[in-house]
């Protein structure tokens, strides 16, 4: 049997990310800065597997390493470290593996990827171009690269990009969802939602891609495809930053609608349901106003359609069946009794005041 084959990389000393030593030993050239890059290459490349010598001067890092043949291959290991968000130490051991194998495509696209993510725009293009010079074809580094132009602000070049990206592998979802997230930034609406639809059947659990695509319709006016296109966000993962901007845009869109129906004047069948609210909790006890608040409010995070009248709805906190308007209004004038400093996210304050004026006038609406 052959002996393991050992590995040397090289980085200058000044290139190692110091935010990964300890605050007291950041400082270049010091015994202490050497001492702890040391400890910290020894650890990472054991935990890789295999035996690891680390020598560090003031200009350079050396690294000895034999792999140990039964361990998981070492790029998957540091991918690994990639996705849960380990960039800084995943950066340094690309860097040290590119130094042995400086034509690696993976290695190049991964480094490229990493690098973008943290914000060092400049280097990310270098190694994806390396990468693409390579290998041409590789659509996911193209699709890289033009993320790292679009977020350097160089939009036009990566539209460019992202468009030979799409047209070499029409069915990568990742080129059709990065450009459509492009042309949508420079206002070209249409093809932006015919790439965010293409991306939506290829990979249909993709939040950002249906959030991109309601987004590209409510622009084009297609208010009723981006209500679907918002729900669908919600439907994949009602959790999350992007779930959360899905519900602001359905609260819009359905508080564009709720007000465009009466111009200007508040609304009577708010009206009605707000009256109907006041009367209902001034029976109740603020623990039961509370549950009630609550389970819409939670009911809510799927999104409630205040615009479809048909009572669809139900509580576990209070019988009956509710249109969305309702359940919302009952949600609007319970936490004006529990929490009145809290913004339930839709304007419900001009129907508010006319039934609370109304009820302590001992009025109720005609009709």
């Not at 993510?117 to 270098?126: C, K, Q, S, W």
């Not at 996911?140 to 350097?152: D, P, S, T």
């Not at 979802?173 to 450009?179: E, I, K, T």
């Not at 709805?313 to 400093?341: D, Q, T, W």
């Amino acid at each position: 049997m052959s002996e393991p084959k050992v590995l040397e990389f090289t980085l200058a000393a000044g290139d190692f990310d110091q935010s990964l030593l300890p605050p007291n030993a950041r400082a270049q050239g010091t015994t202490a800065f050497r001492e702890a890059v040391k400890r910290y290459l020894q650890d990472e490349f054991t935990h890789l597997g295999g035996w690891c010598q680390v020598d560090v001067d003031d200009r350079l890092i050396r690294v000895s390493w034999t792999p140990n043949r039964q361990a998981p291959d070492e790029l998957d290991q540091i991918i690994a470290k990639l996705e849960r968000g380990e960039r800084s130490g995943a950066i340094m051991l690309l860097q040290l593996l590119l130094s042995d194998r400086p034509a690696d495509v993976s290695i190049l696209y991964n480094l490229g990827m990493g690098l973008s993510d943290v914000g060092r725009l400049d280097d990310a293009e270098i190694h994806l171009r390396r990468a693409l010079d390579i290998a041409p074809d590789f659509t996911n580094a193209r699709v890289a690269l033009g993320v790292a132009l679009q977020r350097h602000g160089r939009t036009n070049e990566a539209i460019s990009e992202l468009r030979k990206a799409a047209e070499r592998s029409p069915e990568n979802p990742w080129a059709q969802r990065n450009l459509g997230a492009c042309l949508l930034s420079t206002g070209q609406f249409e093809e932006a939602e015919s790439c965010l639809r293409k991306a939506s059947v290829i990979n249909p659990d993709d939040q950002q891609t249906w959030y991109g695509l309601g987004q590209a319709l409510e622009n084009l006016g297609k208010t009723a495809d981006a209500d679907a296109a918002y729900r669908k966000v919600i439907d994949v993962d009602e959790y999350g930053p992007v779930a959360e901007r899905a519900r602001d845009a359905l609260r819009a869109i359905a508080a564009k609608i709720f007000r465009d129906k009466v111009p200007g004047v508040p609304r009577p069948d708010a009206v009605m349901y707000c009256l109907g609210a006041i009367e209902k909790f001034e029976k109740m006890s603020r623990s039961d106003i509370q549950q009630i608040a609550f389970e819409i409010a939670m009911l809510g995070r799927k999104g409630l359609n205040v615009n479809n009248p048909e009572q669809k709805y139900r509580l576990k906190s209070l019988p009956g069946e509710y249109s969305g308007l309702h359940l919302v209004s009952l949600m609007y004038v319970g936490f004006k009794i529990i929490a009145p400093e809290q913004d339930v996210g839709f304007d419900l304050s001009k129907e508010y005041a006319m039934a609370k004026a109304m009820q302590q006038k001992g009025n109720t609406p005609e009709g």
